[in-house]
T-cell receptor
Framework: EADIYQTPRYLVIGTGKKITLECSQT?????MYWYQQDPGMELHLIHY???????EKGDLSSESTVSRIRTEHFPLTLESARPSHTSQYLC??????????????FGEGSRLTVL | RKEVEQDPGPFNVPEGATVAFNCTYS??????FFWYRQDCRKEPKLLMS???SGNEDGRFTAQLNRASQYISLLIRDSKLSDSATYLC????????????FGQGTTLQVKP
């Protein structure tokens, strides 16, 4: 089993609220990722990090922001949630020992609903 | 055009059937490919990596055709427990470890 955890698993929140989705991994992986997935649709990469103090935007534009102050922690923040942000957010990490590619380990996801 | 494309299905097959999925990719610079399995409302999990020489893991066989830019997954002797969505993924052109996923192909194995 992968040691990567996301909280909250489910969140229902009103428009305009600030939210932070937490992601932690205990595998010592340098690379971490945030994907967004709508039902029946593909995963879209929205943020990634190659290590502490490294963050990059992914292929899908997102109004969210991320930070990487510690290796094990990669939180995602929405300053002002809107209904269009309703989606599932999946955090993942990978092992640098496998070079630039390798298995992605996913958390169980955070399912966000903005009313 | 999407970088990785799959037929979303669903593929409805009886138990014991052999089923094959294809996935095409547009970026010839992609280096590595994978098949992930995603159960309903769950996170994706790696099923197998895909090599040019083809690889087999029990009832599952994956192959890569670089000339035609597609990868395939063959499942033999389908089980009810194989019902899931199968995601094809390839590395991005910059080969920085980012994976680009297809939409997924849904398989329903019926008794």
């Amino acid at each position: 089993e992968a040691d990567i955890y996301q909280t909250p698993r489910y969140l229902v929140i009103g428009t305009g609220k600030k939210i932070t989705l937490e992601c932690s991994q205990t595998m010592g992986h340098d690379k971490m990722y945030w994907y967004q997935q709508d039902p029946g649709m593909e995963l879209h990469l929205i943020h990634y990090s190659y290590g502490v103090n490294s963050t990059e935007k992914g292929d899908l534009s997102s109004e969210s922001t991320v930070s990487r102050i510690r290796t094990e922690h990669f939180p995602l923040t929405l300053e002002s949630a809107r209904p269009s942000h309703t989606s599932q957010y999946l955090c993942a990490s990978s092992d640098p020992g496998q070079g630039n590619t390798g298995e992605l380990f996913f958390g169980e996801g955070s399912r966000l609903t903005v009313l | 055009r999407k970088e990785v494309e799959q037929d979303p299905g669903p593929f409805n097959v009886p138990e014991g059937a052999t089923v094959a999925f294809n996935c095409t990719y547009s970026n010839s610079a992609s280096q590595s490919f994978f098949w992930y399995r995603q159960d309903c409302r769950k996170e994706p999990k790696l099923l197998m990596s895909v090599y040019s020489s083809g690889n087999e893991d029990g009832r599952f066989t994956a192959q890569l055709n670089r000339a035609s830019q597609y990868i395939s997954l063959l499942i033999r002797d389908s089980k009810l427990s194989d019902s899931a969505t199968y995601l094809c993924a390839g590395t991005s052109s910059s080969n920085t470890g980012k994976l680009i996923f297809g939409q997924g192909t849904t398989l329903q194995v019926k008794p």
